[in-house]
């Protein structure tokens, strides 16, 4: 071992994180329950550093709200060297993880408001951290309509938590899929934009909230913007390539701003003149 | 702070001694027509060979160093941490920290402002503790520009040829072959206290006669002073320049990986063949001109032209990092990434292109 | 369970499962990781089913493409091994001529003759066209390079055995020549192909003070206009310039300017 | 008697580098028919060089073959100097002779106790051994690895190296490093004095058939890199410049090797060829080498060109290090290597593992390549191995079983150390009008 200095490396050094279990729940996805060696203390919106020693490291959203703290729930969807490898372990094994990075929500924003949740495809996996919460103190926040959209059925993420909080009296859920590829499918058919024009709501209270694939974010914005909504009123929670989390990489940018540093979560007018965000 | 007076043999005796305690790196010839830094070895033969133009003020030339010497501090490869199992089936992670005493001599002002620059960033935020431990442990001795290093040289106009901050010792050329040994922090101090150079009094009117022997314009100047270049490119999103300057970008990187203010890096794990379970991970140097640098998983790439790469680059030396530290350009014009090209895409006709046209009164409109 | 792994040759100098021999230092440890159960050019073993096979070598004979399409009828996963096995190499060259003139310009006109008529010895000489492996078969994975690089032939190993996809970044060799600090061939006035030339050899003939030939293929997405451009203005022919690309990536480039 | 009644084919001969098969037929006890061939595909090699500038040449033709590959860049690089009278300095021809020896090194230390030694202990390959003989295989691996690392130092890298161009060095190689390669090599002495003792203590097939022995020689030394071509027939010399009469190439159909033949119906070439022509010029190590595994000279038995393999590997670890002591001693001094194209013809050879090696390059008057010719040793051995194999045979068959006639021939084979990929690599286009 090398002698210590007095600079601290712990930011870039991952904590042993072990897999409780792990389910298929997509073709591409699989779902992690892990255990925490100390609390994370995150805020719904934020993201951890993954990784499997010795195959790489990945930014991978906080799925569950802020509760119990020792466990942590992650979405990964198979698509390139570590989330392959990932979705090859199986509970028992250990992970590496860093973290919380991030900025998240601020759930004091959301106190007294109705909330508009637009999400696309594993889009929901992020979001859930903030529903979670939304949907558990409906006397704090106001009424949440989500909108949850994916490509097929078989795409479907949390199905059973959508059917859980659509029985809630101040949640309503809207679930599409793009096409319904034969599948036997009981929501509706089409994009997430489709519903937004009929959403009954009392605007100058209501925000929103999106995440989703890049092409995404313009198309909703647009139909929100219809309806009245306003930048400050709209949160965007944006992906972008990342390396370290704590903005020296480099790969994250946005203009100038960083995305691991100022986001993923940002008020819409924070970043509507930054020509790269939506790009 | 004292300064002295020392010839080119003191010199080189001083820094074989230091070369005894520490590991001492200074610019020496690779190749035909560059320089490198590199560690003087016991066996290695000290040379201080100059480039056949090279003029005679200056002791340890620079001139064409491909790799800059901030490199020394954030290697292009460098490891994070190992890792080996431990007894609970998970991992034991052992950072990698390098607390090795170094001492680098013949830094350029440009590349003395760059290292400036980067511990800044480095400090900032979350602080780097690879970077900053090794920085904690390197001594700079500086050297005075009389002459431009090469034909792609833009200091002065980068406003980077009179930077001095964070070099220990200063050193400048005099007219009689001697050096002006000046030390500007107690470190430089102690490492010439023993030295045996003479003594030496006036020391700002002798660097100050030197400089002016300067010659003027020194090296390339923008077309605008730096202001305004600078808020040239802080205002242009979509410009024809953009394309202008990329019809034969290879998009290569070899532009950020010279540049001595380019930071960006790259993760990279690694299993060990002889200890099973055990590994690391290191980071390399990267860079924001190559394709995949913005793309994330599903194959979206948020820079997806070299257009756009190249406007990043050239926003983030002249534009966002200045307005994120307020030292002023985080190009320092040293004229690496210009000469390094294969295809002369430099960023200093760049940088001018874009003055130009922001100053031509119909640009904005259309 | 280890792995299992197998080597082959096709026409080829042999130079990469020779690479693959010097990692004489490391290679009781490989054996660690693995199982190697055949390799013809060290090992006299076969193996009817494998997990990994890596092939070397282009494909030029029908009886060559038939031995290629059972080996990857025995394996799960294909690695192509070197740069024969994944353009045609410098072999492929010859494709610019007919096979049988190639015969004829070789061998002169009695061996050509007898391969056009005595059908025993057909097969032998068969000579079609130089194919790269992926023309005949699907190749799940190439270790590009004339030879190809130990190094990354390892992290293959490594990245599988922990369930990971390896993955070389589409990078030119420039990115690693300026990593590792080398001077840029231009600057002393050879050229080098470098710039559209896919990395992962880390420069290294740049390092031994030589230049890139493009012995790992052409890059994805090479600007080939504009260093076709640069070649120019350094003073090279067009013929000279052919000349050049046709050395390592002669169907590539082929295509890519089709 | 049935059992004395089959056919052998061995399709793809293992540990061998390239593509042979052997088919022998039995009847009764008595050889009815027997073939050696050539089934490497071929790769038509003249368009590699045509139109060709003079420096690529010694570059690309390494690509013929990866286990010759200094050989093939060492004799086109004396060939087309040759051909443009271009002068090489001492000091480039030293590291020559360096990299020249470090790859027979590799090569012998291969062949040897990778690739033979496994039949005379009765195992399929190497892989066995590490388990019985691991002491044996660890040494093996190291003295290999250590002869990679002396060819890298020294060449750029241990395949295809790209420091040695016309004339010289590229890149001169690192003091530092040679001095390390020099104290490995220096320390490695007890292991190879070792591995002689396990090739000694095996049991070689005792059968004898004279032939003619073709190597180069060379006055003042042992011939590895320079001489002229020597025969042990009529014990006289013959300039490389006019190695055809030496090689008389020829076809047969069941090879896509060429064959050859000089004073009579077939030579040999390779460590055996060399250690009986030049004994004399051995290091004094390599000579007693030699006693201790009982090659006497002239030696007629092919079983023993591993032994003379051995011996060869004893002279090139002493006569490296010898100049390496010479290089660190006087140090490297960098030196023009420029050139101008231009029209001529050249040939040149260099002793290689396997055998004597012949390029020759034609050029034009804008120095493009015209024509080009190799002659590789196996191609020069083929014939001579598919004939010691009819003499040895009948008395096989007569006197082992069927799988014992089959490892047998096998091993005559690899005894030769035959390289297949290079023997179809031919460079024959003459485009001389
Ligand atoms: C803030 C944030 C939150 C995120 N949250 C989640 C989350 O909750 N769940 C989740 O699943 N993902 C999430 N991601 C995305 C996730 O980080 C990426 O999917 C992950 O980085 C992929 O890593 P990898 O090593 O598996 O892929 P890499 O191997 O790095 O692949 C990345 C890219 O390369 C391509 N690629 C991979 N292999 C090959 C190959 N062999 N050949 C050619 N191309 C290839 C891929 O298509 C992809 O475009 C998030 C990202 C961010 C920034
Ligand atoms: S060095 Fe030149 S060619 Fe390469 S990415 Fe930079 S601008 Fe483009
Ligand atoms: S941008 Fe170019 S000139 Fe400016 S500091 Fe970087 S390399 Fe030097
Ligand atoms: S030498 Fe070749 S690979 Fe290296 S930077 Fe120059 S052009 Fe690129």
């Not at chain 1, 995404?216 to 009245?228: C, E």
């Not at chain 2, 024809?240 to 990279?268: A, I, Q």
């Not at chain 3, 096709?10 to 190697?36: K, P, R, T």
């Not at chain 4, 290689?352 to 034009?364: I, K, N, Q, S, W």
Request: hydrophobic share 40%.
């Amino acid at each position: 071992m090398q002698p210590m200095t007095e600079f601290d490396p712990a930011p870039l050094i991952p904590r042993n994180a072990r897999i409780l279990d792990s389910r298929r729940v997509t073709a591409k996805e699989r779902h992690f329950r892990l255990a925490l060696e100390a609390p994370l203390g995150h805020r719904p919106g934020q993201f951890v550093m993954l990784s499997l020693p010795g195959v790489g490291e990945a930014p991978i959203s906080i799925s569950c709200g802020p509760g119990d703290e020792r466990e942590v729930e992650l979405v990964i969807r198979a698509c390139g060297s570590l989330t392959h490898a990932l979705h090859q372990r199986q509970a028992g094994d250990v992970v590496g993880l860093r973290g919380p990075f991030g900025n998240g929500f601020d759930l004091q924003d959301f106190e007294q408001r109705d909330t508009v949740i637009v999400a696309g495809g594993l889009g929901l996996a992020p979001l859930r951290s903030l529903i979670e919460p939304l949907a558990a103190r409906p006397r704090r926040y106001g009424h949440v309509t989500l909108i949850s959209g994916c490509r097929t059925p078989a795409d479907e993420l949390y199905r059973d938590k959508l059917r859980a909080w659509a029985q809630l009296p101040h949640v309503d859920v809207i679930r599409l899929v793009n096409d319904t590829a034969h599948q036997p499918w009981d929501g509706e058919v089409g994009l997430v934009t489709a519903p937004i024009p009929r959403l009954d709501l009392e605007i100058p209270n209501t925000l929103a909230v999106l995440c989703g694939p890049p092409v995404m974010y313009k198309f909703v914005i647009m139909a929100l913007a219809a309806r009245g909504m306003q930048n400050e009123q709209i949160y965007v929670d944006l992906e972008r390539r990342m390396r370290c989390g704590i903005g020296k990489c480099g790969h994250c940018q946005i203009n100038q701003v960083y995305c691991c540093r100022s986001g993923p979560v940002f008020r819409f007018d924070e970043v509507a003149t930054l020509p790269e965000a939506l790009t | 702070m004292t300064s002295f007076l020392a010839n080119e043999q003191a010199l080189e005796d001083w820094l074989r001694r230091q070369a005894e305690r520490h590991e001492v790196y200074w610019p020496q010839r690779m190749g035909k027509a560059s320089y490198a830094f590199q560690r003087l070895r016991r066996r290695s033969p000290l040379r201080l060979d100059r480039l056949d133009d090279a003029p005679a003020s200056k002791p340890f030339r620079a001139s064409a160093c491909v790799v800059p010497p901030g490199r020394l501090l954030a290697p292009m490869q460098e490891l994070l941490y190992r890792f080996e199992p431990d007894d609970d089936g998970g991992y034991r992670f052992i950072p990698c920290l390098d607390p090795t005493e170094r001492l680098i001599a013949g830094i350029r002002p440009c590349d003395l402002k760059a290292i400036h620059l980067m511990d800044a960033v480095n400090a900032e935020g979350v602080p780097d503790a690879h970077y900053l431990t090794r920085r904690a442990h390197t001594t700079l001795i500086a050297s005075n520009c009389l002459q431009p290093c090469d034909a792609h040289c833009f200091c002065e106009a980068a406003g980077s040829l009179d930077w001095r901050e964070g070099a220990d010792v200063f050193l400048t050329p005099q007219a009689d072959g001697q050096q002006l040994v000046e030390c500007l922090t107690p470190r430089g101090e102690a490492l010439c206290a023993d030295a045996g150079f003479s003594p030496c009094d006036a020391p700002e009117e002798r660097r100050q006669s030197a400089e002016a022997h300067r010659p003027q314009p020194f090296g390339r100047q923008f077309d605008a002073p730096l202001v305004k270049v600078m808020a040239a490119v802080d205002e242009t999103w979509d410009s024809p320049v953009w394309d202008k300057h990329v019809e034969r970008c290879f998009s290569c990187g070899t532009c950020n990986l010279v540049c001595p203010t380019c930071y960006c890096f790259d993760m990279r794990d690694d299993l060990d063949i002889e200890h099973p379970g055990c590994g690391s991970r290191s980071r390399c140097a990267d860079g924001c001109m190559l394709p995949e640098f913005a793309e994330v998983a599903g194959g979206h790439n948020f820079r997806a032209t070299p257009a756009a790469r190249q406007r990043h680059r050239v926003k983030r030396k002249l534009a966002y990092l200045p307005t994120q530290f307020a030292d002023g350009s985080f190009c320092v014009g040293c004229g690496r990434c210009g000469h390094q090209c294969t295809v002369d895409i430099d960023i200093f006709d760049i940088a001018n292109d874009l003055a130009a046209a922001s100053e031509a009164p119909h640009a904005a409109d259309d | 369970m280890k792995p299992k792994i197998a080597f082959f040759d096709m026409a080829s100098c042999e130079g990469c499962q020779l690479a693959i021999l010097d990692c004489e230092d490391i290679f009781l440890h490989i054996l660690d990781l693995v199982e190697i159960v055949e390799f013809r050019e060290a090992l006299s073993e076969t193996a009817p089913r494998f997990d990994i096979a890596f092939v070397e070598g282009s494909i030029h004979r029908e009886m060559d493409a038939e031995r290629l399409r059972s080996i990857r009828a025995r394996c799960d996963w294909l690695v192509s091994l070197g740069a024969c096995a994944y353009n045609g190499n410098v072999q492929a060259r010859s494709n610019a001529l007919a096979p049988g003139e190639n015969m004829l310009r070789v061998y002169g006109p009695e061996a050509y003759h007898r391969t056009q008529t005595d059908p025993h010895y057909w097969p032998l000489w068969a000579h079609s066209r130089v194919r790269p492996l992926s023309q005949v078969v699907a190749v799940d994975y190439h270790l590009r390079g004339c030879p190809v690089d130990r190094e990354e032939f390892l992290q293959l190993l490594k990245r599988r055995i922990a369930g990971a996809l390896p993955r070389v970044a589409a990078q030119a060799v420039c990115v690693e020549c300026k990593r590792a600090g080398n001077e840029c061939v231009f600057e002393h006035g050879d050229t080098c192909l470098g710039p559209v030339t896919w990395a992962g050899c880390n420069a290294v003939c740049i390092g031994g003070g030589y230049r890139c030939d493009g012995c790992r293929g052409l890059l994805p997405g090479a600007n080939l206009a504009a260093h076709r451009e640069l070649l120019r203005e350094h003073g090279l022919s067009e013929a000279e310039i052919d000349n050049r690309y046709r050395l390592f990536c002669a169907e590539e480039v082929a295509e890519a300017t089709a | 008697m049935n059992d004395k009644t089959y056919t052998i084919e061995v399709d793809h001969v293992t540990r061998v580098e390239g593509h042979g098969s052997i088919r022998v037929s039995a009847r009764d006890g008595r050889v009815e028919d027997l073939t050696l061939s050539i089934t490497e595909a071929n790769r038509f090699f003249e368009s590699f060089t045509e139109g060709m500038s003079p420096h690529e040449i010694p570059w690309i033709v390494g690509r013929i073959c990866g286990i010759c590959c200094v050989g093939h860049q060492l004799a086109a690089s004396k060939a087309v100097e040759a051909a443009l009278g271009l002068t090489v300095s001492a000091q480039s021809r030293r590291l020559r002779k360096l990299l020249n020896e470090s790859q027979i090194l590799q090569s012998h230390i291969l062949h040897v106790y990778f690739l033979a030694v496994p039949d005379y202990v009765g195992v399929p390959s190497v892989l066995p051994l590490i388990k019985t003989h691991p002491e044996v295989v660890k040494r093996a691996l190291a003295l290999k690895h250590l002869a990679n690392e002396f060819t890298r130092v020294i060449g750029g890298r241990a395949l295809h190296p790209m420091a040695n161009t016309l004339r010289g060095w590229r890149k001169l190689p690192d003091l530092e490093a040679l001095e390390g390669i020099r104290e490995n090599l220096f320390t490695a002495l007890p292991d190879l004095d070792a591995s002689v003792g396990i090739v000694a203590d095996l049991a070689v097939p005792a059968f004898e058939r004279e032939t003619e022995y073709v190597s180069l020689t060379h006055p003042d030394e042992y011939a590895l890199y320079d001489g002229e071509i020597y025969s042990s027939d009529t014990r006289e010399t013959v300039p490389v410049a006019d190695y055809r009469r030496v090689t008389n190439e020829f076809t047969v159909p069941h090879s896509t090797a060429k064959y050859a033949r000089w004073h009579r119906e077939s030579y040999m070439v390779g460590a055996l060829a060399r250690v009986n022509n030049n004994y004399s010029q051995l290091h004094p190590k390599a000579q007693e080498a030699a006693e201790r595994l009982g090659l006497r000279v002239p030696c007629f038995n092919p079983y023993m060109n591993n032994a003379a393999q051995v011996v060869e590997i004893v002279h090139c670890a002493h006569n490296s290090l010898a100049m390496l002591e010479a290089v660190l001693d006087e140090g490297l001094v960098e030196e023009d290597i420029g050139y101008t194209p231009g029209p001529g013809t050249g040939a040149g050879a260099v002793e290689v593992p396997r055998g004597v090696l012949f390029h020759e390059y034609r050029f034009d008057d804008e120095g493009r390549c015209r024509g080009a010719d190799a002659v590789i040793p196996t191609s020069q051995n083929i014939n001579n191995i598919e004939r010691d194999m009819k003499a040895f045979a009948p008395r096989m068959v007569a006197e082992m079983t069927r799988d014992e006639v089959t490892l047998h021939l096998e091993m005559l084979l690899r005894a030769y150390d035959p390289c297949i990929s290079c023997s179809v690599h031919l460079l024959d286009v003459e485009f001389i009008p």
